[in-house]
């Protein structure tokens, strides 16, 4: 893997964090014998997005000093898990042996309008970090496209996932 895709992969996926959800609001009730309101879902109403297991198919960085063509990883690998409670599990595998890397992240994901993700987390050094992009899901062939604003400004990360079946 050359020196300057390393170094576009590191950066890239050290600022995959998710941001922690905003807490729900309580809504004022009537009678004060009323349970609080519910939390807020994960998920937006309008979101076709299922929370599952998604395996890493591809990984493409756009890097905004070296031009318009992507510079596409080998041996991308691992899943990405979302949970319904808004956590998530990265456990993503590139490059092969002897340069092969390993991100395992967990953290917290919110779906925004529109199509709009965050990935909150904590970095290896103790530190947290928020992620943000888009996402498209197909629901009927179970794919999932993260696109991730990146460092340097301009660049950004685009992940290729498919949904694990049940149990998987």
């Known amino acids: 893997m050359p020196y300057r895709l390393l170094l576009a992969v590191v950066l890239g996926l050290s600022g995959l964090l998710l941001q922690r959800p905003a807490p729900a609001q ?9 349970p609080p309101a519910a939390p807020a879902p994960v998920l937006p109403a309008d979101s076709s997005l299922r929370c599952g297991t998604y395996a890493y198919l591809s990984f493409l960085i756009y890097d905004s000093e070296g031009g318009p063509e992507p510079i596409a990883a080998e041996g991308v690998g691992g899943t ?27 953290g917290e994901y919110q779906l925004l309008s529109g199509q709009g993700i965050r990935f909150s987390y904590l970095t ?3 530190q947290p970090r928020t992620d ?3 996402y498209r899901f197909d629901a009927q062939q179970g794919g999932l496209v993260v696109t991730i604003e990146g460092f340097p400004a301009g660049s950004r990360s685009v992940y290729t996932l498919v949904a694990q079946p049940a149990g998987h």
């Open 132 to 134: 943000a992009g888009t």
């Open 124 to 126: 290896k050094q103790g």
């Open 26 to 34: 309580s809504r004022p009730t009537a009678p004060p014998t009323l």
């Open 80 to 106: 990405l898990t979302l949970r319904p409670d808004g956590r998530f599990e990265q456990r993503l595998r590139i490059g092969l042996a002897p340069q092969l890397n390993v991100f395992e992240r967990s």
